[in-house]
């Protein structure tokens, strides 16, 4: 019995291992993902970064002016209003929040209600990984900061 050659089939071969060598080759010296920073003008920190497929968010504060008047429930409010915010101005939304982390003033006092603000606010379909700490924070009548990572 013998083996006949077809020249068809060596060719196809052939071809299939040179792509697959080029194929290495061309991944192997991709370019890096770019990276997009919006909201700049702070010189401490970029309010947005998008990188290879995910957004961040710097962490989020209520709104300055109104930090003496404005309970743990108001504070969280108007940071998650201003995550929204953010979100949207990336290009995407809570539906697609990876993660969460939040830092509250003092967790005894204020747990209870930041995180009944949260739960009334995330996509309950969607929900993101979230850590929640106490920490002192920036200001003395800041109570909460919220910081979140999504995908695009």
Request: charged fraction near 15%; glycine fraction near 4%; avoid cysteine.
């Given at each position: 019995m013998g083996f006949a050659l077809?020249?068809?089939a060596m060719l196809s071969g052939a071809i299939g291992a040179a792509a697959v060598l080029l194929l290495g080759r061309l991944i192997g010296?991709?370019?890096a993902p770019a990276?997009?920073?919006?909201?700049t003008t702070d010189p401490r920190a970029s309010a947005i970064v998008k990188h290879n497929g995910l957004v961040?968010?710097?962490g989020?504060?209520?709104i300055i002016d109104k930090l003496g008047e404005s309970d743990i429930t108001a504070q969280t409010?108007?940071?998650l209003a201003k995550v929204d915010a953010l979100l949207a101005q990336a290009g995407t939304d809570k539906s697609k929040l990876i993660e969460g982390r939040i830092w509250v003033l003092d967790v005894p006092q204020h747990f209870a209600k930041m995180n009944?603000?949260?739960n009334a606010w995330v996509d309950p379909n969607n929900k993101p990984v979230r850590y929640c700490?106490?920490?002192p924070m920036a200001r003395p009548n800041i109570l909460v900061e919220i910081q979140v990572v999504a995908a695009q």
């Open positions: 077809d020249t068809n010296k991709a370019p990276t997009e920073r919006l909201g961040y968010i710097s989020q504060v209520a409010q108007q940071t009944a603000v949260w700490v106490q920490s």
